[in-house]
């Protein structure tokens, strides 16, 4: 009996180091490839107030698709791509085209699961392979059972840092052809120019792959520690955001040439903090994993969706999204993301800071704005940074003061930053706030300047 499997490329758009896909090009005759355009789900539409993915969001969706299906077709595949998130699509493929095999990464949101899920009952009789291949380490890799997942940043780090990470790389030379009678959306391979001419930030793994190497063959890695924390710079932090969201590049790459530029100039407190770094993604999608729906407050979500029904708030969302709130460096980080759907790490603590805290809306209409704009949406990073800014993220914590532990009690707390100590620390002579400040508003900035 012919041997037919489908590839689901989820958070995984990428062909090197992708474990789950060598295994798929050694067990079955023939496979399709399969990817489905990310789309806002009505629950962030209706928060976001935005109908679809921002205009950078989609363009670097689009060129690290158009990217996998070239990488495909080197090795004589395609890329079958559906429109829609249903289950009822996927059904019918595997239905249609008799599949044996099921090979798709195991992802840590409900949503995503959830797709699965409801193929795979429908779809009794096939060989399901799936692995946690977009993450440092499987969860049978932790000295404690998932369930038991340490409830604060910090004790995880402490438990798992010193666990061996796998870095041998595996290379996919050979995949077998796609099914002959397939019929639908093809993605056709796009003849790509030169990516350094198209922006800073282009979709794809061979895209992630350059700036890799680019940046690790400088010094930024030496000094990563004192400048991540800049509000703009390419040089400044390491930027593999955009291309670790979709999987273009795994983070067992990174840290492969995270090792290497250790063997060769040296480890210091920056090359740890990247790996640091790494380790809070880490922290976020297990979190996420664990967590389900209640990490996305849906449970409360006739609380907050008629918070927005009152014109002041509405209003205050509108100002935020927009850069109009009066707080030039909120503003400021805000008008960046809307340019080039990206912001720094130490921005969005801070305009995440200003939804909450001074604007009084709900943190996760801001969440769901940023899903809607960044290149590099994560939704294990973004809806958890988010939530741990508010002092969400441990919903279902226990309320019993005598049994809850210090630790536990700090995660709770929300993080109120002070705007004003914040730009004269991160931006002491203005120059973000005046590289993102519009004309029109120079009484506001003058205003500001002369309040600090």
């Not at 800073?200 to 924390?229: C, I, P, W």
């Not at 380790?279 to 006739?302: A, I, V």
């Not at 921005?347 to 995440?352: E, H, K």
Request: include cysteine; charge should be negative.
């Amino acid at each position: 009996m012919k041997k037919i499997g489908l590839y689901l490329f989820t958070n995984d758009l990428r062909i090197n180091d992708n474990t789950l896909l060598h295994r798929a090009s050694q067990l079955v005759d023939e496979l399709l490839c399969v990817a489905i355009e990310p789309k806002l789900s009505t629950y962030s539409i209706r928060l976001s107030q935005e109908q679809e993915n921002g205009a950078h969001r989609h363009l670097f969706i689009k060129q690290a698709t158009d990217d996998l299906a070239l990488s495909l077709a080197r090795l004589g595949q395609r890329l079958f791509v559906l429109e829609r998130n249903k289950s009822e699509d996927l059904v019918q493929l595997v239905k249609s085209q008799q599949m044996t095999h099921f090979f798709a990464s195991s992802h840590c949101a409900h949503d995503e699961r959830q797709l699965i899920k409801d193929t795979l009952t429908q779809c009794p009789d096939l060989l399901v392979f799936q692995q946690h291949h977009t993450t440092l380490f499987e969860s049978d890799a932790f000295p404690f059972e998932l369930s038991k997942l340490p409830r604060s940043f910090t004790k995880f780090r402490l438990q798992v840092e010193h666990l061996e990470i796998e870095t041998e790389e595996r290379v996919i030379t050979y995949l077998p052809p796609a099914p002959h009678s397939t019929t639908g959306s093809y993605r056709e391979p796009t003849l790509r120019l030169d990516d350094s001419k198209t922006g800073d930030y282009v979709g794809g793994e061979m895209a992630g792959l350059t700036h890799l190497e680019n940046y690790f063959s400088r010094d930024y890695a030496g000094t990563y520690k004192q400048t991540r924390n800049a509000l703009d710079g390419l040089e400044n932090s390491t930027k593999f955001s955009p291309w670790l969201a979709l999987g273009c590049v795994s983070p067992k790459t990174i840290y492969r040439h995270l090792k290497q530029f250790e063997a060769h100039r040296g480890a210091n407190d920056s090359t740890y903090w990247i790996y640091f770094e790494l380790l809070w993604r880490e922290y976020f999608y297990w979190k996420c994993l664990t967590l389900g729906t209640s990490l996305f407050g849906r449970d409360s979500k006739d609380l907050f969706n008629k918070q927005l029904l009152d014109t002041a708030a509405g209003a205050s969302f509108a100002k935020w999204k927009s850069g109009n709130t009066n707080y030039p460096i909120v503003d400021a980080c805000m008008r960046q993301l809307n340019a080039t759907g990206y912001m720094s790490n130490r921005g969005r603590q801070l305009v995440a800071s200003c939804l909450i805290h001074e604007l009084g809306i709900d943190w996760r209409h801001g969440a769901a704005y940023f899903e809607s704009q960044l290149i590099d949406y994560d939704v294990a990073s973004n809806w958890g940074n988010w939530a741990y800014i508010a002092g969400a993220l441990n919903p279902q914590a226990p309320q019993n003061a005598n049994k809850q532990s210090a630790a536990n009690q700090s995660q709770s707390k929300s993080r109120h930053f002070d705007l004003v100590k914040q730009t004269e620390m991160y931006d002491p002579e203005h120059t973000f706030i005046n590289k993102w400040h519009r004309e029109d508003e120079a009484s506001t900035s003058t205003r500001y300047q002369d309040a600090i």
